[in-house]
């Protein structure tokens, strides 16, 4: 894996300096935000426990078992155990969904890769005794088989290959095939994993930068190195189209598409990640999922931090020169919308973001990342 700096400069991509100077620079007191901090995520906890979690031990179970597998995901990386009531309650009910072909899915549902990659991400955070190996090598089979490759008939040349996707649009996405290399990650899959280099080709297609990776006519289209939902089926981004037919960027997208490439070994001096960053420095933003307004902003706040953290940078600064300590200003954000109850909601309910227990599994998941300096 390539060595990420500690401050990340869009004029400079990689500037050391920087990192020397930011403690000495740095407004934010981390000892007097960590009882806030602490609170915040008690609060959360809290109504999860006392008004999210139902007495089967699911969230939100309507939606199937990802908000379960998410919300519990959050709880577990904030210190609780597998034996903790809560946490016991929804492994327990996350079992039921366990099939014989090794997927971790509602039957019937079309969702199989984001719920199965889900439920891994929960079990491998309750697996501290290994006591759920076996359960995780078969889900690990079962979502390489689901990715789009020659097993579908499609090789490298086809705009949806190493991609994953929903079963009713018949297309990959990036959403879902970031969810893939998560899970694929977690489980023990390195870099030069054959699934991991497949998803990786697709994640390069996703983005608005003509390389040797991505030949598709979109990016000539729209070249800002940000990232768009899919290239497959004709290409889509939830943000709509340029003018000149071009896929527009957008926040969570392109968080999550540079995320996906770090996983995948892409380095800090590849033109792709170079691009990505430049965008984020074009677009940093915590108000808003830029390009989406208010639409999927708690999922942006997740890839926001979960990639910056796998930069490790403490710091970013944007294309204007102002240097964001970006964890604190994510915790002061987050602790400005948490509602009295202790929940999270969002305005706007696309993609299920008027569902509180999503969106506080979603919040405290990103606060993980941003835990201050004891």
Request: aromatic share 10%; with cysteine.
């Amino acid at each position: 894996m390539a060595r990420w700096g500690r401050t990340v400069s869009v004029g400079l991509v990689l500037t050391v300096a920087c990192a020397s100077v930011w403690a000495a620079e740095s407004s934010v007191d981390e000892t007097t935000n960590l009882p806030t901090y602490e609170q915040t995520v008690s609060r959360a906890i809290g109504y999860l426990s006392t008004r999210g979690q139902a007495a089967d031990g699911s969230f939100s179970d309507f939606a199937g078992p990802g908000v379960t597998s998410l919300v519990t995901t959050a709880i577990l990386r904030h210190g609780r155990t597998p034996d903790d009531p809560v946490v016991a309650r929804s492994l327990a009910y996350l079992k039921n969904f366990v099939q014989p072909d090794g997927g971790i899915y509602r039957e019937s549902t079309l969702y199989r890769n984001y719920e199965t990659c889900l439920a891994m991400l929960c079990y491998v955070e309750a697996n501290r005794d290994g006591r759920y190996d076996d359960l995780l090598k078969k889900a690990d089979a079962f979502v390489k088989g689901l990715q789009w490759d020659e097993q579908e008939g499609k090789d490298s040349s086809d705009f949806a290959y190493g991609g994953a996707g929903y079963g009713n649009h018949k297309r990959p996405d990036l959403s879902n095939t970031s969810f893939l290399i998560d899970a694929l990650k977690a489980v023990g899959n390195d870099e030069n994993s054959e699934a991991i280099q497949r998803a990786l080709l697709f994640v390069s297609r996703c983005q608005n930068l003509e390389t040797e990776h991505h030949t598709t006519p979109f990016a000539a289209k729209n070249p800002d190195g940000g990232f768009y939902y899919t290239p497959a089926a004709g290409g889509s981004s939830q943000a709509g189209e340029t003018p000149g037919g071009g896929l527009r960027s957008y926040g969570s997208m392109t968080y999550a598409g540079l995320k996906s490439m770090i996983f995948a070994g892409v380095g800090p001096e590849d033109p792709r990640v170079k691009a990505a960053i430049k965008w984020i420095g074009m677009n940093y933003d915590l108000a808003s999922n830029p390009g989406m307004g208010d639409a999927g902003l708690y999922y942006y706040y997740h890839t926001f931090a979960k990639a910056l953290d796998a930069m490790g940078y403490d710091e970013f600064v944007d294309q204007a020169g102002n240097r964001h300590d970006w964890r604190a200003e994510l915790r002061a954000e987050l602790a400005r919308r948490q509602q009295p109850d202790g929940s999270w909601i969002n305005a706007n309910e696309r993609w299920l973001e008027g569902d509180p227990n999503l969106v506080t599994g979603y919040a405290l998941l990103t606060l993980a990342y941003c835990k201050p300096r004891p």
